[in-house]
Structures are given as structure tokens and as C-alpha cells.
Antibody, heavy 123, light 111 residues
Framework: QVQLQQSGPGLVKPSQTLSLTCAIS??????????WHWIRQSPSRGLEWLGR?????????NYAVSVKSRITINPGTSRNQFSLQLNSVTPEDTALYYC?????????????WGQGTLVTVSS | QSALTQPASVSGSPGQSITISCTGT?????????VSWYQHHPGKAPKLMIY???KRPSGVSNRFSGSKSGSTASLTISGLQAEDEADYYC???????????FGGGTKLTVL
């Protein structure tokens, strides 16, 4: 059974960096079939896909155009996890953030989700 | 690229069937059989209900079914039960630039 456990601060100041981590159990971040995604939900934007990281002999990323200049998703270096960093945040980045697994290659659906982290951008 | 279009709300009585539509374009829903549907109870993680247009994950009731015609995908729930009351979201692959799009969500009310 795959489990995704999110952690990170719930309050970030404007212009600073939002950082969240998703710890994986029951699978490996370096799986050669899975991909690891971040998705957010806000009242104004609904569900919004942010990006993903995956390993196929080397690490790859894909990012949403809307956040491409500000986002980094990295696999964990020593732990079975992956992280989200979103730079230069504004109140528009206030949302419920989820990590999720795409369980098989080129399937583009999410079979496991984290519990969600509410992040508020406010001074 | 805009989100996929879903009705804001649908409702039905216990035992009835309802259908939620998800309208995209020829660049997303119309081009790929990579539409998925998620059930979301507030405060809980979304749950995968349908993938690749019409496939059901293990453990999901066969009361849930999916289909697609042109650029519109649909989720049908038959034999409505009170526990089906939730928000439902569609999602589609949209090519290597836009990548993934979600619908705006549909609130299902079981009367």
C-alpha cells in the first residue's frame, strides 16, 4: 500500500519561497515506472496541476506553464521523498497543496494522494 | 489553456442515475483517451474513480462508469447513494506543453 505523507509550513510571507515535502512509503521515488506530482486547489483556480518529477535512467521534470519560472520539484537525495519549491509567492499562491503518484508510465492519472497541506501566503 | 468545463452542480435522489460532463477541446479530451475522474470529500484526499476514460480501479464500485464522445467525457453514477455526495473532478492529458488540465469540479448532491 502506497502512502504519501506531506510536511511543510502552512504560512509563507509574500515574495518568499514555499517549500513542501512528500515522503513516500510503499514505493520508491526512483521507480522506473512511477512519476511524482504536485497539485494545488484553491477556490479561485480549482484544481491545478503544478508539475512532476520522475526517474528513467536519469531525472526528468515537467512543469505547468503558469508556474514554470518559479517552480522546482526535486527528488530526495537521501530519503524516499520529493519536494516542491515555489519562489516569489503572492497571495494568489494560497491553496491546498497535494502530492500525488502517477503509478505507471504515460498514464497521467493519480492513484495515490497525500493528505494535503493548506498554505497561506500572508504577511 | 483553460480548465475543462464541468457543470457546477448536479443532484439526484437515492437510486437514480446522474451524469457529469467534462468538456474540453480537440487539444485535450478530444485527442487522448487519458481522462480520469476523482471523487473529493472535503478534508480528505481525492480518490481516483475512473482512468483512461472508462477503466475502474480495483475497489471502486461498478456503479461508476466513464465514457467519451468527441471532446466531452462523462462520468455516470448509477444507483445513487448518500455516500456518493461529494465533489467530482475530471482531468485530461493535454499534450507535452500544457500537460494536464483539470475540470472546475461538480458538486453532487444526493437529495
Amino acid at each position: 500500500q502506497v502512502q504519501l505523507q506531506q510536511s511543510g509550513p502552512g504560512l509563507v510571507k509574500p515574495s518568499q519561497t514555499l517549500s513542501l515535502t512528500c515522503a513516500i512509503s510503499g514505493d520508491s521515488v526512483s521507480s522506473d515506472s512511477a512519476a511524482w506530482h504536485w497539485i494545488r486547489q484553491s477556490p479561485s483556480r480549482g484544481l491545478e496541476w503544478l508539475g512532476r518529477t520522475y526517474y528513467r535512467s536519469k531525472w526528468y521534470n515537467n512543469y505547468a506553464v503558469s508556474v514554470k519560472s518559479r517552480i522546482t520539484i526535486n527528488p530526495g537525495t537521501s530519503r524516499n521523498q520529493f519536494s516542491l519549491q515555489l519562489n516569489s509567492v503572492t497571495p494568489e499562491d494560497t491553496a491546498l497543496y497535494y502530492c500525488a503518484r502517477e503509478g505507471a508510465r504515460l498514464t497521467y492519472y493519480f492513484d495515490y494522494w497525500g493528505q494535503g497541506t493548506l498554505v497561506t501566503v500572508s504577511s | 489553456q483553460s480548465a475543462l468545463t464541468q457543470p457546477a452542480s448536479v443532484s439526484g435522489s437515492p437510486g437514480q442515475s446522474i451524469t457529469i460532463s467534462c468538456t474540453g477541446t480537440s487539444s485535450d479530451v478530444g485527442s487522448y483517451n487519458l481522462v480520469s475522474w476523482y471523487q473529493h470529500h472535503p478534508g480528505k484526499a481525492p480518490k481516483l474513480m475512473i482512468y483512461e476514460v472508462s477503466k475502474r480501479p480495483s475497489g471502486v464500485s461498478n456503479r461508476f462508469s466513464g465514457s467519451k464522445s468527441g471532446s466531452t467525457a462523462s462520468l455516470t453514477i448509477s444507483g445513487l447513494q448518500a455516500e456518493d455526495e461529494a465533489d467530482y473532478y475530471c482531468c485530461s492529458y493535454a499534450g507535452s506543453t500544457t500537460f494536464l488540465l483539470f475540470g472546475g469540479g461538480t458538486k453532487l448532491t444526493v437529495l
